[in-house]
């Protein structure tokens, strides 16, 4: 599906404005020309808040950017609950991290997702890290690694394999109905990769 154009800038948003955006595609954050991929952030797929924002892990609950911060990944605050500024993709991109999902379209939860389409969105990932190269891949969300990569045994952290050259690391999802981790266990599971990309000193 075509994504609807995202929403002006606002913080709130009514159930029927979210639904609009069910199978969205949202573009993937990445470096520009000249510019190196050190750091591949990947989500499971869309929410339906960052669909209408056009911006990821936009939700007000997500944890992501603030767990960043608090790892020393970002050096200063990114709130895109309103939708990302030009500014801050830039920043981001200036600092080598870029951010994509394992299934393109958006959906209300992570659940609404089948087991092929996250082995699909295996695939497609390991053709973007091709193009990009970057250094470091994480993807965030244990249960989506394990379903989508057929390893239902695997842990946190890095993995004994690569992709497509790239040191590979699941961290946990930063969604806020993730319960059990707070934003300073998120914050050190990212610092682990950032480091290893060379984002975090070691």
């Known amino acids: 599906m075509t994504a609807p154009p995202p ?6 948003f009514t159930r029927a404005e979210l639904d609009a955006f069910r199978d969205a595609l949202v573009a ?8 190196e991929l050190r750091l591949l952030f990947v989500g499971i797929n869309p929410g339906l808040w960052t669909a209408a924002t056009g911006s990821h892990f936009a939700h007000p609950a997500n944890r992501f950017y603030p ?8 050096e200063r605050p990114i709130s895109p609950s309103a939708g990302m500024t030009d500014e801050d993709r830039d920043y981001l991109r200036a600092r080598g991290i870029g951010i994509t999902n394992i ?3 958006a959906s209300a939860r992570a659940s609404d997702l089948s087991a092929e389409e996250l082995r699909e969105g295996k695939e497609r990932l390991a053709a973007l890290v091709r193009r ?3 250094a ?3 993807v965030a969300g ?3 690694y394990r379903t989508g990569w057929g390893h ?3 842990v946190l952290g890095r993995q004994p394999e690569d992709l497509e050259g790239a040191q590979l690391w699941v961290v946990p999802n930063p969604s806020g109905l993730n319960a059990h981790h707070t934003v300073a266990t998120l914050a050190e599971a990212y610092a682990e990769p950032a480091r290893a990309a060379g984002i975090v000193a070691a």
């Open 132 to 134: 990009t190269t970057p």
């Open 28 to 35: 993937d954050l990445l470096p520009g020309p000249g510019q």
């Open 103 to 105: 299934v393109a379209r």
């Open 7 to 12: 929403a002006e800038r606002r913080r709130s």
């Open 142 to 144: 244990i249960t989506a």
């Open 136 to 138: 470091v891949v994480a």
């Open 67 to 74: 767990a960043l911060l608090q790892a020393g990944i970002l």
């Open 152 to 154: 239902p045994k695997a």
